[in-house]
Every structure is written in structure tokens, then in C-alpha cells.
């Protein structure tokens, strides 16, 4: 099994992220909501969520970029919602723990 941003180069057709089989077979989501957990908080559960929508953007391994409507919050989310945070601006430092749950 590979990870997010693994990929295999073959000539004449992409494999690994925006393969023609995740693009036909595997259909992206729209929405997801990013859920954001600090580890070091004093409520066990303390999350922040942050909904996010599809863009038309591709990140560095070939994925879908979603963006919440500021903006500010950019992610670059596979099939398998497996998260890379990208930064919008200088000076950010993501959150550790980030994980993405699909919206219907």
C-alpha cells in the first residue's frame, strides 16, 4: 500500500495521485471538514473544525486542494482523506494532529 504522496511514474499515464482510475472510479468529494486536535489541550476531545471546499488546484502530490471560503486554510486531501496542510502565507505553523471527514 502506498502513502499520499507516494507515486509510480509510468510513461503516457499518471499513477499515484490524479491517476485516470481515482479521476473515473473513485469520485473526489466536494466538501470535507478538517478537524483540527491539539494534543496538549485539557479537554480530551477539544477539536476545531473547519469546513473546507474543493478547488481547482492540485497540490505537490497530485490531489485535490480544498480551501475553507477565506482562503486562509488550504489542504491538499487524498482519496483516502489523508491530509498535507499547504500554507496560504508566511509565518503559519499547521497543527499536528489534522485529520478530514468527508460532507455529504
Known sequence: MTGLFDSV???????GGGSVWEEWVMPRRER?????AD???PAP???D?????????S?????????DDT???????????EVRMIASGGHQ?????VRARPVA
Not at 32 to 36: G, N
Not at 49 to 57: A, K, Q
Not at 93 to 97: E, G, L, P, R, W
Request: glycine share 10%; hydrophobic share 40%; with cysteine.
Open 32 to 36: 470535507y471538514e478538517l478537524i483540527f
Open 9 to 15: 511514474d509510468c510513461p503516457g499515464l499518471r499513477i
Open 45 to 47: 476531545d477539544a477539536e
Open 71 to 81: 482562503g486562509i486554510v488550504r489542504a491538499e486531501i487524498s482519496d483516502r482523506a
Open 93 to 97: 505553523v499547521h497543527a499536528s494532529t
Open 39 to 41: 494534543p496538549v489541550a
Open 49 to 57: 473544525i473547519v469546513m473546507v471546499h474543493r478547488t481547482e488546484s
Open 59 to 67: 497540490g505537490p502530490g497530485g490531489h485535490p486542494v480544498y480551501a
